[in-house]
């Protein structure tokens, strides 16, 4: 899925996810329906998640009603946790594509679960049986997610891409399209007749989210044997062999990349075209995203240094394109969020930290 992130705190070992994952199951099956049940518990600890890991989706999503921002914060876990498994743990290509199986046949057995307490009890990860009553609640097809792992998956033994359709089928549609599908099942639409519109504004924004992450991470996929740039626009640019870090395709990468800059572009106006088909309530958040994510692909666009350095946006940047009304909403979820980590923390037996 690739680092989405536009500065975030240092992410968790594979120990630390465990821990933290037995410590949120335990605390959410001893949770009393009196108190609301498992679900207030695993939200809690998913916002760790999410806060650890991403600083512009943890602010956008601020500005969502609370029960909708939970259950972003429930869909983050879900699709973080595949996505340190093939990026980050240091695993070799046959350890990782076990925990995708054990993973993948959890949220199998999951689905099959009358509710949440007993996915709980039969064992089912925390971080993962949260998503899948979000599943039951909102009725996200079950495919979308199996899709995802899939994508997930290719990231284990990758292969370039030939063009941007074979980039945007093949891998995008499974790394970030579901996603926004996901999350466009829990906002909603303005009316009934206005999903299907909906639905093809989030895949507009998540291919351009996902364009925008490929491109300040081009030498660090390269590193690990990815390349997300259409193999066409290289060619196009006297590169039939790319390598990015070679200094003398430099220019050529630079001009492939604000070409792919331009694509995601068009995706954050033409997803800003249709906001208007999202339940309003919806709108603040999803207009910061295309507008935070905005700026970072403009930067790039811009950059005169290519590849060479990964850019993010500035935080007064940021807070520019933040509704003012809203500024209060920020400082009260960091504190929040930091009570929860503390929280699990000193809950974990010593095994995390917050």
């Known amino acids: 899925m690739n680092s989405e992130s536009l500065t975030a705190e240092k992410g968790w070992s594979e120990r630390q996810w465990i821990a933290r994952d037995d410590f949120l199951r335990r605390a959410a099956r001893s949770a009393s329906d009196a108190a609301g049940g498992p679900w207030p518990v695993l939200v809690r600890g998913c916002r760790v998640a999410m806060r650890t890991y991403t600083t512009g989706f943890f602010i956008v999503s601020r500005f969502l009603p609370p029960a909708k921002r939970e259950v972003v914060e429930v869909i983050y876990a879900a699709v973080r946790y595949p996505d340190e498994v093939v990026d980050t743990f240091p695993l070799s290509p046959a350890e990782r594509e076990a925990r995708m199986d054990a993973w993948a046949a959890a949220y199998e057995k999951a689905l099959n679960a009358p509710n949440l307490r007993a996915a709980l009890d039969a064992g089912t990860p925390a971080f993962l049986a949260g998503f899948v009553e979000a599943v039951r609640r909102f009725g996200i097809p079950h495919e979308h997610y199996r899709d995802f792992l899939a994508a997930m998956r290719r990231d284990i033994r990758p292969r370039p891409f030939e063009t941007m359709d074979d980039l945007i089928a093949n891998y995008v549609h499974g790394s970030a399209i579901v996603v926004g599908w996901f999350l466009t099942y829990a906002y909603g639409a303005s009316a009934p007749s206005e999903f299907p ?132 909403r920020i400082p009260a979820a960091y504190l929040r969020a930091r009570r929860d980590a503390r929280w699990m923390a000193a809950s974990a037996g010593g095994e995390i930290e917050p």
């Open 197 to 328: 519109r909906a639905l093809e504004a989030a895949r507009d924004l998540a291919v351009a989210l996902q364009l925008t992450n490929f491109l300040r991470d081009v030498a660090d996929d390269w590193r690990r044997g990815r390349l997300y740039i259409p193999l066409d626009y290289l060619r196009a640019e006297g590169l039939p062999q790319p390598n990015p870090l070679d200094p003398a395709q430099r220019e050529g990468f630079g001009r492939a990349v604000r070409r792919v800059a331009e694509t995601a572009r068009d995706g954050y106006a033409r997803a800003a075209a249709n906001l208007d088909a999202y339940a309003p309530e919806c709108r603040i958040a999803i207009r910061a995203c295309i507008d935070v994510y905005g700026l970072l692909n403009d930067r790039i666009l811009r950059s005169p240094r290519g590849i060479e350095r990964r850019e993010s946006v500035p935080g007064r940047e940021k807070w520019r394109v933040l509704p003012v009304s809203k500024y209060w």
